[in-house]
C-alpha cells in the first residue's frame, strides 16, 4: 500500500485527529513516504511531531487525512480500517468501563484526569469511526467468557438436533415469530423483496456482489427475550413473555446469563459510539431501556444444507439497533463496508462482533447506515464441517446473535446534531414499534 499525492483523484476527509495517550501494542511500520508514520493493528496512525509540522494534510487514495492547524501537533490520527486492512478494529471494552466507573459514570467530569479524557474520547471514536465506516467492530468485554459461549452453544445445538415436531411447538406465528422458535423456510431475506436493493446488487462490481438468494433462508431461528418488558406498550406482540421449551431444565439460567452480558456489552459501545458520534452518553442507551432486546441464535443444519455456496441468511440489513454475534463454530458471516467491499468477518477468539442495524441508521439520519451481511457456506465453513466430522461433534451451525433494539413506544428520528444534517428528512419521526412491525412483515415474519 502506498500513499498517493496525486491530487487529481477524489479525496474524502474521514480521518480523525486526536492527542497522546491511545498507544497500542505491536506498532508496524508501513512503507510510505512518510517515514515517520506508524500503523497499529486497529488501523491507528501515528504521527510524530515532526511530519506534523511540516504538514496539515495527508493525501491517500480516496481519503484526506488533515487537521486543523500544523501548530496544534496531533499525536494520533484514526484512519478507517478498511485503508489499511481487511481486519476490523478490536477495542476492549474494560478501559472504558474502567475509568467509567472510576469517574462514577460521569465518563468526562471536571474531576477526571486529562489524560483519560483524551484516551477515552479517542476509544470512543475508534468505536462510532468503525461503525459508521465499516458497519462493524469487534469488542472485547472481559463479562462475556468463551465459557458462557460454549456452554449456550452445547445447549443450542442439543435443542436443533431435535425434531422439527418438537420446535413446532415453540414457533409463535401469531406473536410475528418474536418469541420462541422459527421454522426454516419463513424468512424472506430482504434482497430478495427489495427492488432497489437489487438494482444496488446489480451495480456493484462483481467480485463484491452477494450471493443471490433465490427463497426464503433454510435457518432456524429461537427468539429469546432479554430483559425488562415495559409495563405499559402499544406493541404487545413485539414485548411477549418468552417461551421455554420443554425438558432444558437449564434454558432459562443459561439464555439469561448469555443473553445478559452481551446486552451490556451493547450498552457500553452504545455509550462509547453516542459519545463519538458528539451526542449525550446516553442517548442511546435511554431509548434502550425496557427494549425488546432479542437473544436470536439461528440454527442451520450443515448435514443437509452443507454444501459451498448454500445461503442461510440471504444478504440483508438487521432491523433492530445494534447486533452482537459471539463466537460462531462454523464461520460463513460476510459483511459489506460502506465503500462497497465485501468482507469476511474473523471474528478473534475472545472477541464479540457488533453490526449496525437500521434503527442506528435512523438515529443518526445516515451517519451510520445499518451494515449490509448475508451468511452462506463458504470453504472456512467446509474446513470446520470437516473437523467437526472428524471430531465428532454437532452439525448444526449455531450463531450467538442478540438484537439489541430501541423501546417499542420510543420514536426513532435523528438525534442531536443529526436532526441537521441534509439527510435528516429521510428519517421522519416514527414511533419504532411500527416500523419494526412493517419491516417484520417485508420478510414474512409478521401476517
Ligand atoms: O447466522 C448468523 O451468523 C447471523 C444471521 C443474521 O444475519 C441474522 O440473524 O440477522
Ligand atoms: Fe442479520
Redesign the pocket.
Known amino acids: 500500500m502506498s500513499c498517493v499525492t496525486d491530487r487529481s483523484l477524489r479525496y474524502t476527509r474521514i480521518g480523525e485527529i486526536f492527542w497522546k495517550g491511545f498507544a497500542a501494542e505491536g506498532n508496524t511500520f508501513l512503507k510510505c513516504p512518510f517515514k515517520a508514520l506508524q500503523f497499529d493493528a486497529c488501523g491507528a496512525v501515528f504521527l510524530t511531531n515532526h511530519i506534523a509540522c511540516k504538514l496539515s494534510t495527508l493525501y491517500f487514495k480516496n481519503l484526506t487525512v488533515s487537521w486543523p492547524c500544523p501548530a496544534r501537533l496531533p499525536s494520533l490520527v484514526v484512519l478507517p480500517c478498511w485503508f489499511l486492512s481487511m481486519d476490523l478494529p478490536v477495542i476492549d471494552l474494560s478501559r472504558y468501563m474502567e475509568i467509567s466507573v472510576r469517574s462514577g459514570g460521569a465518563v468526562f467530569s471536571a474531576s477526571d484526569e486529562v489524560g483519560n479524557a483524551e484516551e477515552l474520547r479517542a476509544l470512543c471514536a475508534a468505536v462510532s469511526g468503525s461503525l459508521r465506516d465499516t458497519g462493524a467492530l469487534l469488542v472485547k468485554d472481559p463479562r462475556c467468557t468463551a465459557e458462557d459461549n460454549d456452554r449456550f452453544l452445547d445447549m443450542m445445538e442439543r435443542y436443533f438436533e431435535r425434531s422439527e415436531e418438537f420446535k413446532l411447538q415453540q414457533a409463535r406465528p401469531n406473536l410475528h415469530f418474536q418469541v420462541g422458535s422459527t421454522p426454516e423456510g419463513v424468512?424472506i431475506p430482504r434482497s430478495l423483496v427489495d427492488e432497489d436493493m437489487q438494482a444496488r446488487i446489480k451495480s456493484m462490481p462483481k467480485e463484491f456482489q452477494p450471493a443471490i438468494p433465490s427463497g426464503p433462508?433454510p435457518?432456524w431461528?429461537y427468539m429469546w427475550r432479554v430483559g425488562p418488558r415495559p409495563a405499559n406498550t402499544h406493541f404487545k406482540e413485539l414485548n411477549s413473555e418468552p417461551v421455554i421449551p420443554d425438558e432444558f431444565p437449564d434454558w432459562k439460567e443459561t439464555m439469561d446469563l448469555w443473553g445478559s452480558k452481551m446486552i451490556a456489552a451493547i450498552e457500553v459501545v452504545a455509550e462509547m459510539a453516542a459519545i463519538g458520534f458528539g451526542l449525550d452518553k446516553d442517548a442511546f442507551t435511554s431509548l434502550m431501556d425496557h427494549g425488546p432486546h432479542l437473544l436470536?441464535?439461528?440454527g442451520?443444519d450443515l448435514q443437509r444444507h452443507g454444501s459451498l455456496g448454500t445461503v442461510?441468511?440471504g444478504y440483508?440489513y438487521?432491523l433492530n439497533f445494534l447486533?452482537i454475534?459471539g463466537r460462531?463454530r462454523f464461520p460463513?458471516?460476510n459483511i459489506w463496508l460502506r465503500n462497497g467491499q465485501k468482507m469476511e468477518v474473523k471474528v478473534p477468539f475472545g472477541c464479540l462482533l457488533i453490526?449496525t442495524g437500521k434503527q442506528l441508521e435512523w438515529l443518526t439520519a445516515g451517519e451510520c447506515l445499518a451494515g449490509m451481511?448475508?451468511?452462506l457456506v463458504t470453504n472456512r465453513t467446509l474446513e470446520a464441517i470437516e473437523s467437526a466430522r472428524q471430531q465428532s461433534r454437532s452439525l448444526w451451525?449455531?450463531?450467538?446473535?442478540l438484537?439489541g433494539h430501541i423501546a417499542s413506544d420510543a420514536t426513532l428520528k435523528p438525534l442531536g446534531h443529526f436532526a441537521d444534517t441534509p439527510l435528516a428528512s429521510k428519517y421522519p419521526p416514527i414511533c419504532t414499534g411500527d416500523y419494526v412491525e412493517k419491516e417484520l412483515a417485508a420478510i414474512n415474519l409478521k401476517g
Open positions: 424468512e433462508d435457518k431461528r436470536s441464535p439461528t442451520s442461510f441468511a440483508h438487521d447486533t454475534h460462531s460463513g458471516l453490526q451481511h448475508e451468511v451451525r449455531v450463531s450467538s446473535t438484537f
